[in-house]
């Protein structure tokens, strides 16, 4: 099957529309209260696709098992738990700079977990990714410091969760349907995120105001947005898979421009404009060159 890149950054692109939709929600009600409600919109939705769900978690290996229980409480509850505890202990700047290291993360485990190699060529691609999400990050690109410990740690976490998330979809997308790891993502991480409300003492209910806004939330970059990333996943190593996942605050960048009234420095769009190119290049390169810049055991062995 063909490399699907691409498809991994439109679903990156779905989550830019995070921003758009929870930024309401935020000023409403504590993220805790937003990310139970998300996973429990998108299980009620899934609830005819959960038996079959459930039987093949049943039916998986212990490796797949604790793979999709990582994933769905790690990944989906505790990583944005620490994320959102990062901003609270911190200065804003912070976590969103430690958060740019996930690709490093994900290549180390992708490389332990799933034997992924990277070639040099790789870095043609990462780093200038890498730095265009700095500069799009930050008005100022220079102007930057680690204020407290405590902060940098939780983002470190947070960044190290999301990045294994990525390397562990790959691991059982590949033997499993996208739509059965999309619901037991959900499914897993609804408990989770109950837990994660208890601990912080946040409310359950919510207003019949805030509706509709969690049920868009839920569906679009929730959904929506991880049922393309995992149909992705399927062909796509997971270090070619973080690089795309950087489409994210690209499309963010634009809908804050567009829609919420912001504006970019003129280092911001070229950092945007470095981020389209080096996952458009990443994908072109991975479909028409005979050696991939990432390397899969399988990709090895065909060559050999």
């Known amino acids: 099957m063909r490399d699907r890149t ?13 921003g758009l939709l929870r930024k309401p929600l935020a000023d409403a009600l504590p993220p805790a209260t937003v990310v139970f409600w998300e996973h429990l919109i998108v299980v009620l939705l899934l609830l005819p696709w959960l038996p079959a769900a459930l039987r093949a978690f ?12 990582a994933i769905g409480i790690g990944a989906s509850a ?55 999400a700095w500069l799009l990050s930050f008005p100022d690109p220079a102007q930057f410091r680690v204020s407290a410990l405590s902060s940098a740690l939780l983002a470190l976490g947070a960044a190290a969760l999301w990045a294994g998330g990525t390397v562990l979809g790959r691991l059982v997308s590949t033997e499993m349907s996208p ?9 897993i991480g609804l408990p989770a995120s109950a837990v994660v409300v208890g601990v912080q003492g946040a409310p359950v209910l919510v207003g019949v105001d805030n509706a509709f806004g969690l049920v868009l939330l839920a569906v679009i ?55 389209v190119g080096a996952v458009t290049l990443l994908s072109w390169h991975e479909r028409v060159r005979k050696a991939p810049a990432v390397q899969t055991p399988t990709s090895r062995a065909s060559r050999s």
């Open 78 to 132: 505790v990583a944005t738990a620490m994320f959102t505890a990062a901003f609270k202990l911190g200065d804003p700047v912070t976590p969103l700079v430690l958060q740019k290291l996930q690709p490093v993360f994900a290549v180390l485990a992708a490389f332990f977990f799933l034997g992924e190699r990277v070639r040099w060529t790789y870095a043609a691609f990462a780093v200038p990714a890498l730095l265009g």
């Open 221 to 275: 970059p929730g959904l929506l947005a991880l049922r393309l990333y995992y149909l992705g996943l399927q062909t796509t190593p997971a270090s070619r898979a973080t690089l795309a996942e950087l489409a994210f605050p690209a499309t963010a960048a634009l809908i804050g421009v567009g829609l919420l009234g912001t504006s970019l420095t003129a280092t911001q769009w070229i950092g945007f404009a470095v981020i």
């Open 179 to 187: 739509m059965h790891v999309t619901t037991l993502r959900f499914a």
């Open 58 to 69: 049943a039916a998986s290996t212990a490796r797949q098992k604790a793979a999709l229980v």
């Open 6 to 18: 691409w498809l991994v950054a439109c679903a990156a692109a779905l989550w830019g529309t995070d």
